[in-house]
Each structure stands twice: as C-alpha cells, then as structure tokens.
C-alpha cells in the first residue's frame, strides 16, 4: 500500500516563476493539506482540500492556490516566486473526520534563485 | 504568532538515557495533540498523540505528560538509542479544524553511542 507520493523531488526555479507541486493520497484518503517547512523550522499549514474545494487556510497569500482532482489527488501552485519560497513542501493527507490519523509524504524541495 | 512554543532547540543525550522535549500552547480550543518524528530527507511520521481528557500515553519508549491547566506536554524517550537521532516536532489542532496542524519549532535531538 503506497503511502503519501509527491512529485517532484527537488526542483529549483527563478525568482517571478510559476511553480506546481502534486501530490497523490494514501490509499483510501480523501482529504489533502498541504504544509510549507523552511530550513531549520517546523511545517506551516498552507491550506486543505475535501472534495475538490479548499475547506481550510492558513496565512499564506494568495500567491498560493491549489487543486483538488476527483480522484483526491491534489496539485499545489504558486506563482510570482520569492526567493523566501524556498523550502520542502509536504502533502499530507487523512480520511475526514476528526481523530484519524494525518500521513506526510516526504515532500518536494524547492529552490528559488 | 507561533501557537505551540517548543523547548529545547536540540538535546544530547548518552544511549540509554532519558530524552524529554517540553511544548507549550495558549490556545484552549487546541484538543489533539501529536508528535512527529523525521528524519533529515523524510517527511514527519506520526510518533504518538494525546487528548486532553488523559493526563499520560505510553507507547513502547515513548510517553506523553499532559498538562491542562499549564497548557504544556512533553515527549519522554525512555531507553534513547542511536536510531532515535532525529528532529523531533510537537504539534496541536482542534477537532473542528482536523488536518490544520500547528507545529512546534522542532527539537534536534542526537543520541550518543
């Protein structure tokens, strides 16, 4: 059983670009979060998806937009990069409903020069 | 603002020693409380969690203290071994905002042969 893939594994980008992160759930798992780890700090939540609409979202602009397809996997973009961008992206996911346990993958590094 | 504030940065410990990390939170509506562990090019896995109606965990070497009315918990490692080198970070959410996890600043332990 696969748990939490995300694609790709590193990438390194130019200040200005675009950039699309994706992910594909646990087997069984419908709800997607996307979270942001700077070096050296611990992940911030960027936002959720259920059912294809983003149910929640934490600080971050809205630079930051994501997708959910109907197969719960989920794309996580963001343009106008920063040189701040960079950092691991992780996806996480979990069936809904409070109590069940949150699986991350082992995310995507992102550079921007 | 960070909402969960995690102590120490990083910790030394000799194998077979104890290791403990302290957390402490101010939001009262925060009722899950999570430990991940990760390793250095890993994503956080789910160590062991706690809810407030319980004042201790204990899962094989590791234990959760938690303390409603001081708003912290702590993370022991009994019997510390080399393999438990990590980052080791604590975190909390509400059931009504399930999968929005707020993360500790992390705590670099190494344990020692």
Redesign the interface.
Known sequence: DAGVTQSPTHLIKTRGQQVTLRCSPKSGHDTVSWYQQALGQGPQFIFQYYEEEERQRGNFPDRFSGHQFPNYSSELNVNALLLGDSALYLCASSTTGAGNTIYFGEGSWLTVV | QQQ?K?SPQSLIVQKGGISIINCAYENTAFD?F?W?QQFP??????LIAIRPDVSEKKEGRFTISFNKSAKQFSLHIMDSQPGDSATY?C?AST????????????TQVVVTP
């Open positions: 969960v995690q899950y999570p991940y090019g890993k994503g956080p896995a789910l970070f975190a059931t009504d905002s399930w999968g929005k996890l707020q993360f500790g600043a992390g």
